[in-house]
C-alpha cells in the first residue's frame, strides 16, 4: 500500500506525493544491511568476523567501566566486535545525541553528535569511533548507534567502492530507485521537503541551515541515517524485503537470507518496544 498525506512545504501549502523526496535518516539502516548481506552471500565475510580484519583500529578495543569524560577508566574488551554486532547494534558503540551516558558525552566532546567533525570521511570517523571507549562487553546489550555507518565502510572496504556508488550500481538502479541518494539533485530541488524541528512549546519551526545540507553532496556517506529517498522508492525497497529478495525479477538477496534478516537476534531475544521490526533490529 502507498498512499499520501500532509505538506512537504507548509508554508506554500505544497502537497506530499509519492515522489516527494524526505530525508530518511536511519531508514538509511535496513538498506546499508542490506548491501553488507549481498557480499555476504557472496562469500566476503563471516558475520563473525571481527570489525578489527576491515577497519584495524577497532583492534584492541576497551570497554568503559567507571569514570567521567575526561579521566574515564577502561578495561579491555574480552569479546572483540564482530561484523554481527554491527548488524545487531550489540557492538557497544552509541551515538552522541542519546545523552544517556558518559561515552556519548566523550562521542560529543569528539564531534559527534547531530553530525561529523569538519573534513573527516567515513574511514576517519570510524578510526575516531574507534579510540572510544565502548558502553559494553560486545554482544552483551543493545544500543542505537554508529554501527550501521562502520558497517557501511566495511561494504567500501569489501566493495573498493564508495558506499553511494555502491548503492547505487548494486541496489537503486536494479530496483528502479531513481529519487535515492546522499543528497538531492538540483533537478529535485522541487520535490524536496521542508524540514522542521520542534521548537521548546513543541512547535513545528522551519529549519533550513539543518535542512539545506540534503542538497549537497556530503563529505561522510552515512549508512546510518545519510540517505534521502522518496515514499515511492522505498515501497520498492521494502516491497523487494516482502517478496523475500527480489522486486519484478531482479533478486538482491535470497529469500533464506531475508527470513534471517526478519527474526530477532537480540540478546535473550529482548524486546525492542519503541523500534518497529524487522527494519529496528537490522
Known sequence: HLSTRGHRDVEAGLAVEADTVFRIYSMTKPITAVAAMMLYEEGAFDLRDPVSRFVPAFAG??????????????????????????????????????????????????????????????????????????????????NYSVASDVLGRIVEVLSGRSLDAFFAERIFTPLGMTDTGFFAQPSDASRLAALYLP????KAVRNEPFGAAASRPPLVHSGGGGLVSSAGDY????????????????????????????????????????????????
Not at 68 to 96: D, K, N, S
Not at 275 to 282: C, I, K, L, V
Open 61 to 142: 578495543a576497551r570497554v568503559y567501566q567507571q569514570g567521567t569524560a575526561l579521566r574515564p577508566v577502561t578495561v579491555p574488551a574480552t569479546e572483540p566486535i564482530r561484523i554481527w554486532h554491527l548488524l545487531t547494534h550489540t557492538a557497544g558503540l552509541t551515538y552522541g545525541f542519546l545523552h544517556r551516558h558518559v561515552v556519548d558525552e566523550m562521542y560529543r566532546a569528539a564531534g559527534f553528535e547531530w553530525g561529523y567533525p569538519e573534513g573527516l570521511d567515513l574511514a576517519a570517523c570510524c578510526e575516531r569511533w574507534a579510540s572510544l571507549p565502548l558502553l559494553f562487553e560486545p554482544g552483551s546489550e543493545w
Open 235 to 282: 515501497h520498492r525497497f521494502t516491497r523487494m524485503l516482502l517478496g523475500g529478495g527480489q522486486l519484478d525479477g531482479v533478486r538482491l538477496l535470497s529469500d533464506r537470507t531475508v527470513r534471517y534478516m526478519s527474526q530477532n537476534h537480540l540478546p535473550g531475544r529482548a524486546d525492542l518496544g519503541t523500534f518497529g521490526r524487522p527494519f529496528g533490529e537490522a
Open 199 to 202: 521548537d521548546p512549546a513543541g
